[in-house]
């Protein structure tokens, strides 16, 4: 990988000093540090989700079930409240230290929040400092969660190839489905696999001591990588970088960028509705809130497994979605996700709420393949709508603001409007809303695919590329 540290732009032809090289050896190792991190958080989020029954049995009074169950749901939430405080904190100090800094301080205090979750005694022999306890580990993990989504999404996308970002940046969201996944399978076949009395003393906190090693894999990967090109560049032209005040870059942020902080935040919701809808409100409308509403449930067992079954095949469809969006760009793809979500909401609650094994696959399966037109392109999108003094911070404060505000509740809010109202097509109307969303972002967005992030040097794959791009231009 070769960098420069002279400026560009002004009409003068790019020459192979101040073209950014990154062979493929760099980018798996950038690539593999990056997603390590998102398998580490949904990881978490698929264990939690999963053992929800179990936690409440273990860190709550046993008389009173309500409060058990509210204690798990605000267990939940606190973390998502959480976010934007992480988001804010951490986001602008990685435009100051840099971004290798932060992740690492970000996976690391992920993997203790959870690793330092199983090993919570349970409410019969600590009492009300069990739920304490529960609480302030997701607070630790929200607020690294804060700052490591955002950071890794800017890491990978600084380290890639114009012409390839959107394939190295689909990897990331691969963690993400492998996170959930593992999670979520992990935590279905322990029960499976061992006695009752073990399975609800010990063999539950499995999953969270596995965090730990996780986290220390990725904090490797992490401190073995140089600083992203892009960042380099920025504190050779700017010796004073890390000494800025944090101050500093939020009024710029607020004062300059806010229309892409709006544009980034409806793509956020566009994206993270239909996310937290298939993985965290699916398995709950699924199995009891449908038959409020008329229609069939499903039991937990075979909706855990249609869930796990959709999340590893779309593992291995996001990257080549990915690559297609390098060759036909991010829009198009997006607004097939949009307009499809818009138009197949309706129909796919529809079929969900059958009761039918073979149509509640086709139905999760649809939504998971929407899904993924997102999680494949905006990785690679959404750091495009910043310039690199202030794209982690942009990217950190505007994504989970309103991850936090509009995704992050979906499972609370579709519980109460459809058990309060009694229609079963409240999520259809939330993923509609969802679609408009994008579709209008969509309108005013320009196409990225292939061009240098702003205040950016160009990026390609090898030195034969550098060449012929100079000579393109001269």
Known sequence: MTTTDSGGGGGVPDTPENITVTDDATMKRAVGAAAVGNITEWFDFGVYAYLATTIEENFFPPDNPTLAQVGVFAGFAVSFLVRPLGGLFFGPLGDRIGRTKVLSITVIMMAIGTFLLGFIPPYESIGIWAPILLVLC????????????????????????????????SFLECGTFIGYALGATVATVIPLVSSPEFASTWAWRIPFFIALPLGVVGVYLRVKLEETPSFQTLLSESEEREGQQAGAGLKELFGRYWPAMLAAGGLVVAWNIPNYMLTSYMPTYLEDNVEVVGGTAIDSTTSQWLQIGVLWVAVFIIPFLGRLSDRVGRKPILWVGSIGTIVLAFPMILVLKSGSVPLVGIGLAVMGLLLILFSATCPSTLPALFPTEIRYGGLAISFNIFVSAFAGTTSLIMTA??????????????????????????????????????????????????????ASQQ
């Open 138 to 169: 997701r607070v630790v993990q929200g607020f690294s969660t804060g700052g490591e989504y955002a950071g890794a999404m800017t890491f990978i996308a600084e380290y890639s190839p114009d012409k390839r970002r959107g394939f190295f940046g």
């Open 417 to 470: 409007v459809v058990l309060g109202t009694g229609w079963a097509y409240w999520p259809a109307v939330y993923l509609v809303f969802a679609g408009v969303v994008g579709a209008i972002v969509l309108l005013s967005l320009r196409e990225t695919a292939g061009k240098p992030l702003p205040g950016s040097h160009p990026a390609v794959s090898t030195e034969e590329e550098a060449r012929e791009l100079v």
